[in-house]
C-alpha cells in the first residue's frame, strides 16, 4: 500500500485501518497511542461554527463492528510485554473493555485528561475525557510514573473537531514509549501522535480514514515544531 505521506521515519497512510493492520507483521510495533470513535454517532456541534452543519456522523462512530478487528489485530502487531493505550467513549465502556479483554489485554491504569473549559452538556457539562492503559503481557514499569490526571488545554486553532492537545499527547507518549519505539495510531486524524512521536525521536505509522484529515497531518507535519509541544510536567490537579 503506498503512503499518503511518508518522511523522517514518519508514514500516514490513506485507508481503512483493517487493511494497514492486517498487512503489518505480528510483534512489530513497540506502542499504541490511539483516539478511536467513540460510538455515540458524534456530529460536529451546532455552536462551532469551524465545523460545516451538513456533515454527517463520523465515520465508524455509529458502528462499532470494527472495535473487535481492529483491537485484535493491534494485540497481534504489539510486541510482548508492551502497552496500549487508548481514549474511548464512556457511554460504551462496556464495549470497549469487553474488547479489550476478549483479545488479551489487562486494564493497568486510568488515565483522566480535565479540560479547561466545559460543553453545553444534558444532565452534565462535560469537562474531561478517559484514556485507558492497556497492557500485552507484563510491560516493565515507566521509571517515573505520571500522575493519572492531566491538564488539557484547548486547542486553540484546531484543524479536527476532536483534536487532543499536542502536549497531553506528547506527555503521555514520553511516559510509556520506549526509546526509538515504532508507535502506531490506526486513528490518527490530524496527525498529533505522529508529530508527538517524531518530536520524541520514534518512528510512527498513522491511518487515517478521510482524506481532508490526511492532508491536514501531513501539512503539520511539513511544518516547524508546534509551539505547544513543550512536555507537561507531572500536570497533577
Not at 451546532?46 to 465508524?60: A, E, H, S, T
Amino acid at each position: 500500500m503506498k503512503p499518503y505521506y511518508e518522511r523522517d521515519g514518519i508514514t500516514l497512510y490513506h485507508a481503512d485501518c483493517r487493511d494497514v493492520l492486517r498487512g503489518m507483521e505480528s510483534e512489530s510495533v513497540d506502542f499504541v497511542l490511539t483516539d478511536p470513535p467513540y460510538l455515540v454517532s458524534y456530529r460536529p456541534s451546532q455552536y462551532k461554527v469551524r465545523w460545516p452543519k451538513n456533515r454527517g456522523v463520523i465515520q465508524g462512530d455509529n458502528d462499532g463492528r470494527w472495535l473487535a478487528p481492529v483491537f485484535s489485530d493491534l494485540w497481534r502487531v504489539l510486541v510482548a510485554d508492551s502497552l496500549c493505550l487508548s481514549f474511548y467513549g464512556w457511554p460504551n465502556a462496556d464495549a470497549f473493555m469487553t474488547v479489550w479483554k476478549l483479545v488479551g489485554f489487562r486494564p493497568v491504569s486510568q488515565i483522566v485528561c480535565v479540560k479547561n473549559g466545559f460543553g453545553l452538556g444534558y444532565f452534565s457539562r462535560a469537562q474531561h475525557e478517559s484514556a485507558i492503559l492497556l497492557a500485552k503481557g507484563k510491560p516493565k514499569k515507566p521509571a517515573r510514573a505520571i500522575s493519572d490526571v492531566l491538564d488539557w488545554r484547548r486547542v486553540i486553532h484546531a484543524e479536527h473537531q476532536n483534536q487532543k492537545p499536542l502536549a497531553m499527547i506528547s506527555t503521555l507518549m514520553a511516559a510509556y514509549a520506549p526509546r526509538k519505539s515504532l508507535v502506531v495510531d490506526p486513528f490518527c486524524g490530524s496527525g498529533t501522535t505522529l508529530i508527538a512521536a517524531r518530536d520524541l525521536g520514534h518512528r510512527a505509522i498513522g491511518v487515517e480514514l478521510e482524506e481532508r484529515y490526511c492532508e491536514i497531518a501531513a501539512k503539520r507535519l511539513l511544518e516547524p515544531r508546534e509551539t505547544e509541544m513543550q512536555v507537561v510536567k507531572d500536570s497533577r490537579l
